[in-house]
């Protein structure tokens, strides 16, 4: 077992490592090992996150003077160091957020190439030229950053989300203030010291850790943010949204999923239950893409729930830095009762549980935060578990008997995250597509996982309705300048 370190982390502000003006701390834990403190964070205040954000706003004339090409090297830079990190910081994020060190490195690795992506945006085009009714006129769009942006993390993926937010504020000329989710921010400070040691301008990145309510809460309120990105529950995205709009400022909400899979008779059914178990219990079902509904064909429902039902009987759970074990922790005891709870609530509303359904206390499990793999058959569609994001490894079953119905009832929900189908039927795969309504439409594949070079958000309740990732998040980080000359 690699070794236990409890060490304090700083903010990050205006390129120096700071305690907080509050003197206090928070704790960050091992999900897997409950005694085990992974870090110390700073407990900031209000006061902090002024001297940060003055110090992102003073930077951000420097910094969007610099050319794209020159960002860019600092992101590559970063990126580099991130990369000889990567066994450390991957194992962080194991011991801080309880997905498997398989998980956690393929995470690490997505972050490195997030950032080598953006970094070669600096060299890409920011403009069009549009013909003027004019003839002498000269018409051209260019973009210009936001200036400051504030960037508010979850948990859940504390390398890959405050990479892809950070990373392309930064190479269209903004300046950052991050405030990571408390319970995986030692993780996000790994990161943080990738980019203090790739030598950024002072300002140009800070980090400032504390209480969602009042950091977070802060950035959103702060008259000096011009631009809020958010990955995380809808009940505090609307508040962020709301607060943002008030004041004038452009906001992203990425929120939460109830995303479905649907299995026709004509599938691949193997290739379905592997996909619907690596989308819906990987990283312990805590992904906003996670599969939390499989809507399957009456005529084959009995093949597939057996194969489904005798793969999760052979995942082994336990603490993520194991080789041994395949499902890690949930991040947290309030998460941990959250899932209970609606496992409870699948029970008393009357759907029928096929297999898991418990709390783990056994031998190394009582040390944790552990679920069983779960799932329930017999449900309808106006269940709670059929509706609500539950964020745990927890799939309903949902029998129908044509794909005009499976599709029908895969949007009866808030949500339009993401959304799969598995058939080898091109009419099939067509109307899915044409129907669906979500932002992610995958066919013959798991819900989970996307690729960083394409857009990435949701319809309905799932996001504030714009894309990150890819070249789409030039659209949420700058603002386009029509000029025209004559
Ligand atoms: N879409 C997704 O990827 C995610 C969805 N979720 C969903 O949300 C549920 C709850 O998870 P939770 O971690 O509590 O998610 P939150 O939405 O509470 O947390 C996300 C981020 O927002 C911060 N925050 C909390 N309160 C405020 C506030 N009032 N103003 C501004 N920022 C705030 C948090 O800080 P702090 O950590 O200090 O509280 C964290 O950095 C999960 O069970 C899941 O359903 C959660 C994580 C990711
Ligand atoms: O599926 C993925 O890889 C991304 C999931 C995600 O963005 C999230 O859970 O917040």
Same mark, same amino acid.
């Given at each position: 077992m690699l070794k236990t370190e409890e060490k304090s982390y700083l903010n990050f502000i205006n390129g120096h490592w700071s305690s907080s003006s509050s003197n206090e701390q928070l704790k960050s834990i091992n999900p897997a090992v409950q005694h085990e403190v992974v870090g110390y964070l700073q407990k900031s205040t209000v006061e902090d996150l002024n001297q940060a954000v003055?110090?992102?706003?003073?930077?951000?004339?420097?910094?969007?003077?610099?050319?794209?090409?020159?960002?860019? %090297?600092?992101?590559?830079?970063?990126?580099?160091?991130?990369? %000889?990190?990567?066994d450390e910081v991957a194992e962080s994020l194991t011991r801080e957020m309880g997905k498997t060190l398989p998980e956690a490195k393929g995470e690490t690795a997505r972050g490195i190439a997030i950032l080598r992506y953006y970094a070669g945006e600096g060299l890409r085009k920011i403009g069009d030229v549009i013909p003027s009714t004019d003839s002498d006129g000269l018409m051209y769009t260019t973009r210009?950053?936001?200036?400051?942006? /504030?960037? *508010?993390?979850?948990?859940?993926? =504390?390398?890959? *989300?405050?990479?892809?937010?950070?990373?392309?504020?930064?190479?269209?000329? %903004?300046?950052?203030?991050?405030? =990571?989710?408390?319970?995986?921010?030692?993780?996000?400070?790994k990161v943080m010291e990738c980019f203090a040691e790739a030598g950024l301008p002072e300002g140009v990145v800070n980090m400032v850790t504390g209480q969602g309510s009042v950091i977070g809460q802060g950035i959103a309120e702060h008259p000096d943010v011009d631009g809020v990105t958010f990955t995380g529950s809808n009940q505090v995205g609307k508040q962020i949204g709301q607060t943002c709009l008030v004041r004038g400022a452009k906001y992203q909400l990425e929120m939460g999923g109830k995303n479905p899979v649907i299995v026709l008779e004509d599938a691949d059914l193997e290739l379905a239950v592997k996909a619907i178990i690596s989308g819906g219990l990987s990283s312990t079902g805590q992904k906003c893409t996670a599969t939390s509904r499989v809507i399957v064909q009456g005529t084959v429902y009995d093949r597939? #729930?057996?194969?489904?039902?005798?793969?999760?009987? #052979?995942?082994?759970?336990? %603490?993520?830095?194991?080789?041994?074990?395949?499902?890690?922790?949930? *991040?947290?005891?309030?998460?941990?009762? #959250? $899932?209970?709870?609606?496992?409870?609530? /699948?029970?008393?509303?009357?759907?029928?549980?096929?297999?898991?359904?418990?709390?783990?206390?056994?031998?190394?499990?009582?040390?944790?935060?552990?679920?069983?793999?779960?799932?329930?058959?017999?449900?309808?569609?106006?269940?709670?578990?059929?509706?609500?994001? *539950?964020?745990?490894?927890?799939?309903?079953? $949902?029998?129908?008997?044509?794909?005009?119905e499976a599709i029908k009832l895969a949007n009866d929900v808030e949500f339009g995250l993401s959304a799969s189908i598995f058939t080898t039927h091109i009419q099939n795969m067509l109307s899915f597509i044409d129907d669906i309504e979500a932002g992610l439409v995958r066919v013959n594949a798991e819900s989970a996982g996307v690729e960083l070079q394409a857009p990435f958000g949701g319809m309905k309740n799932s996001s504030s309705h714009s894309r990150e990732q890819g070249r789409a998040a030039i659209e949420f980080f700058t603002s386009i300048k029509t000029v025209f000359i004559k």
């Amino acid at each position: 077992m690699l070794k236990t370190e409890e060490k304090s982390y700083l903010n990050f502000i205006n390129g120096h490592w700071s305690s907080s003006s509050s003197n206090e701390q928070l704790k960050s834990i091992n999900p897997a090992v409950q005694h085990e403190v992974v870090g110390y964070l700073q407990k900031s205040t209000v006061e902090d996150l002024n001297q940060a954000v003055a110090a992102a706003k003073e930077a951000k004339h420097n910094w969007r003077k610099l050319s794209g090409n020159a960002r860019g %090297n600092y992101l590559y830079r970063v990126a580099d160091i991130l990369e %000889n990190r990567l066994d450390e910081v991957a194992e962080s994020l194991t011991r801080e957020m309880g997905k498997t060190l398989p998980e956690a490195k393929g995470e690490t690795a997505r972050g490195i190439a997030i950032l080598r992506y953006y970094a070669g945006e600096g060299l890409r085009k920011i403009g069009d030229v549009i013909p003027s009714t004019d003839s002498d006129g000269l018409m051209y769009t260019t973009r210009t950053p936001l200036g400051v942006v /504030g960037v *508010i993390t979850p948990w859940n993926f =504390p390398v890959a *989300i405050p990479l892809w937010k950070m990373a392309p504020a930064l190479i269209y000329g %903004n300046t950052v203030v991050i405030k =990571p989710a408390t319970e995986a921010a030692v993780t996000c400070a790994k990161v943080m010291e990738c980019f203090a040691e790739a030598g950024l301008p002072e300002g140009v990145v800070n980090m400032v850790t504390g209480q969602g309510s009042v950091i977070g809460q802060g950035i959103a309120e702060h008259p000096d943010v011009d631009g809020v990105t958010f990955t995380g529950s809808n009940q505090v995205g609307k508040q962020i949204g709301q607060t943002c709009l008030v004041r004038g400022a452009k906001y992203q909400l990425e929120m939460g999923g109830k995303n479905p899979v649907i299995v026709l008779e004509d599938a691949d059914l193997e290739l379905a239950v592997k996909a619907i178990i690596s989308g819906g219990l990987s990283s312990t079902g805590q992904k906003c893409t996670a599969t939390s509904r499989v809507i399957v064909q009456g005529t084959v429902y009995d093949r597939f #729930k057996e194969k489904l039902l005798n793969e999760i009987e #052979k995942l082994t759970v336990g %603490n993520g830095l194991s080789k041994d074990n395949w499902m890690g922790p949930c *991040i947290s005891q309030s998460q941990l009762e #959250k $899932i209970l709870y609606y496992i409870q609530k /699948g029970k008393d509303e009357g759907a029928s549980l096929v297999l898991g359904g418990n709390q783990l206390t056994d031998g190394e499990h009582g040390n944790g935060y552990y679920v069983e793999p779960t799932v329930f058959e017999n449900v309808s569609n106006d269940m709670t578990i059929a509706q609500e994001e *539950i964020f745990g490894p927890v799939l309903a079953l $949902i029998k129908v008997e044509t794909v005009e119905e499976a599709i029908k009832l895969a949007n009866d929900v808030e949500f339009g995250l993401s959304a799969s189908i598995f058939t080898t039927h091109i009419q099939n795969m067509l109307s899915f597509i044409d129907d669906i309504e979500a932002g992610l439409v995958r066919v013959n594949a798991e819900s989970a996982g996307v690729e960083l070079q394409a857009p990435f958000g949701g319809m309905k309740n799932s996001s504030s309705h714009s894309r990150e990732q890819g070249r789409a998040a030039i659209e949420f980080f700058t603002s386009i300048k029509t000029v025209f000359i004559k």
